[in-house]
């Protein structure tokens, strides 16, 4: 794979000209990896023209060294990382304007610029989209990267559902999925996965429990893989018996507005056309008020990340991105369906990264 890090480097060091700052301070974990390569889990990153440094801790020396190498000068602190910053900020002559990333620092933190930097020597600005905005559109290498963990999704699903069965409880299939997806290569599990049967499968972010699943139940499987960092995001939903009429009908209009939606989203247009595709559809079949959620979001370093599909989304949508597509139908006491897809927007329209049926599927109860 190409290393992009300088070129990334490189445009981050442009955007501190076009926002009017003298450095950057970049805090969140999937922003610092995005730029240094590095995945520790302790880390801050000061950008500057000249001279930037990552800083890290006693535990990640190693770590540092071997994945970031010397594309930024690196300091290992054995006491505190804001310490170790408050030493960097130290060498700045006169005022300094410095972002940071709003996103990802706590109120605690902020007050650490308060209380600790010197009052006004330095001028904190709030600049949480720099590093963000730059991962919308995916190159290459990261689309390849999401695709894989979508691969090593899907072949998990089609294990698990050999093996679930009536009898057994949510936790005991979130059980199987879960080796099912260290088994194909998962290296995390980007979320807890959603496993919801029967009325729980109206719950969309249902969490498993010992409830037993019975026969002729709707099971809802909400889940992720992880390769070189990179997150899938997958639903999908099926019977452990027989589909009653009514299942079958919802489970039809929900794969036809995932289908119409997948087909149809495009860069350029906005987040809320993209939703509304798939909204209007089951709002046209009577469904409009149980589908609650927006029908998507990026995907990438985060398995939530911008950009939005949604009915408030105005701003379009990049080319090069992958989004989630996931409409689905939710009745209380009844149950839900959900058919997720990850989805790349390529110049050549949207290709489907998620191999994996979307027909109803009937399990051997």
Known sequence: MTDRRPSRFAR?????????????????????????????????????????????????????????????????????????LWSELGHYAGRAVIGFDSAHVTHREFQRFLDDAAGA???????????????????????????????????????TLQQTHAGLTELEVAGILEKALRDEGSEAHPFEAIVASGPRSALPHARATGRIIERDDLLLLDFGAESGGYCSDVTRTVVVGRAADEVRTVYDIVRAANERAAGAVR???????????????????????????????????????????????????????????????????????????????????????????????????
């Not at 500057?48 to 970031?68: C, K």
């Open 121 to 159: 020597r330095w001028q904190w600005r709030p600049q949480g989209e720099i590093v963000e905005t730059m991962r919308e559109s995916k190159d290459e290498d990261e689309v390849a990267l999401i695709e894989r963990a979508a691969g090593i999704a899907t072949r998990a699903l089609a294990n």
């Open 12 to 84: 981050v060091i442009a955007a501190l000209t076009e926002h009017h700052l003298d450095a950057l301070l970049v805090t969140g974990r999937a922003n610092i990896r995005y730029v240094t390569g590095f995945s520790g889990s302790s880390a801050l990153l000061l950008v500057t023209p000249r001279d930037s440094v990552l800083i890290t801790d006693f535990r990640y020396q190693t770590q540092v060294a071997e994945e970031v190498g010397d594309l930024v000068r690196i300091r290992v602190e054995s006491t505190s990382l804001w310490e170790g």
């Open 267 to 365: 860069a350029g247009m906005t987040g809320a056309s993209a939703d509304a595709v798939a909204r209007d559809y089951i709002s046209a079949a009577g469904y409009g008020d149980d589908f609650g959620h927006s029908l998507g979001h990026g995907i990438g370093l985060e398995v939530h990340e911008a950009p939005r599909l949604a009915r408030t989304a105005a701003a379009k949508l990049p080319a090069d991105t992958v989004v989630t597509i996931e409409p689905g139908i939710y009745r209380p006491e009844w149950g839900g369906v959900r058919i997720e897809d990850d989805v790349y927007l390529g110049a050549d329209g949207p290709r489907i990264l998620t191999d994996f049926t979307h027909e109803l599927l009937e399990l051997s109860a």
